[in-house]
């Protein structure tokens, strides 16, 4: 019988003090995984940390990693070895958006009187560097630093946090939606270079979650209820609600135990039926 078998096996989380990426540490270190959470942020990843220590009674460690910094990441690695020994799972969970990279409008009315700047004319390449940046080189360069152990072992499973945005890009966040479909794309292309390695490479694709970056786009703050593009969501949700953290482990879960162990290069969709859904 296939089980678990998760119980003491080490696994990385990036963005791991992050809305989604912390619940995905304590659900693997429910399973009796030793987590390592990664975090910019390094007071939050020690909290993280010391929670699912309280928690779960696993060994745990926080530590502040800038994933686009590949001597921050060997730092990091040497000290989880050192701790905990080779690494056999790594969640790439850090990443983000810009408003440099967002429009100010959805779509162009192609009127004499628009405002340029409101819309793709408006877009600055700084912003979009800088959310390929974090979701998608934030997304290699872990993986070049801690797939070596994996590799090494011959054994390992990578997760990717996607998102709905790569299949069906939104209004707005053109940079975002662009750098998601990319990490999609990098994810079948690891899957297939690692197939023979005895390393799993997979996604996930969370749906509409409320976060700190985006409560303002969906939640109206005079009113506490839904704004227009919030509405939208819903609407567009079969189950006309959004997601939380915890709905996405265990899909987690199933990807980085041997119940999948001849599943590579997938993203799965968490999303409450919003890519099966028309609108009618």
Not at 6 to 29: R, W
Not at 39 to 45: T, V
Not at 227 to 254: D, F, H, Q, S
Request: proline share 4%; with cysteine.
């Amino acid at each position: 019988m296939i089980e678990f078998n998760l119980n003491k096996k080490v696994a990385v989380i990036t963005g791991g003090a992050g809305v989604i990426c912390s619940a995905m540490a304590k659900a693997l270190a429910g399973q009796g995984a030793i987590c390592a959470v990664l975090d910019l942020n390094s007071e939050a990843a020690a909290k993280v940390s010391a929670d699912i220590q309280r928690e779960y009674g696993v060994p745990s460690l926080g530590l502040s990693v800038n994933v686009l910094d590949k001597t921050s990441l060997l730092a990091a690695k040497k000290e989880i070895n050192d701790k905990f020994g080779p690494i056999d799972i790594l969640v790439n969970g850090a990443g983000g958006n810009s408003p440099a990279g967002t429009t100010k409008i959805e779509k162009m009315e192609g009127t004499d009187n628009e405002n340029f700047e409101d819309t793709f004319f408006g877009l600055q390449i700084e912003g979009f560097d800088k959310v390929f940046d974090i979701n998608f080189k934030g997304t290699i360069i872990p993986s070049m630093v801690f797939a070596t152990d994996m590799v090494r072992k011959k054994s390992g499973v990578i997760i990717n946090i996607s998102s709905m945005n790569s299949y069906r890009p939104l209004t707005k966040i053109a940079a975002y939606s662009a750098s998601k479909a990319a990490v999609n794309n990098f994810t079948q292309w690891l899957a297939v270079h690692f197939s023979k390695t005895g390393v799993r490479v997979n996604a996930i694709a969370p749906g509409f979650l409320l976060t700190n970056q985006n409560r303002f786009l969906m939640i109206d703050e005079k009113t506490g209820g839904p704004t227009a593009r919030g509405m939208k969501v819903l609407n567009g949700t079969p189950m006309e609600r959004y997601c939380i953290p915890e709905e996405l482990t265990g899909t987690l879960l199933y990807l980085v135990s041997d119940l999948s162990k001849f599943v590579t290069g997938v993203v799965i969709p968490v999303d409450g039926g919003f890519s099966a859904y028309s609108g009618v």
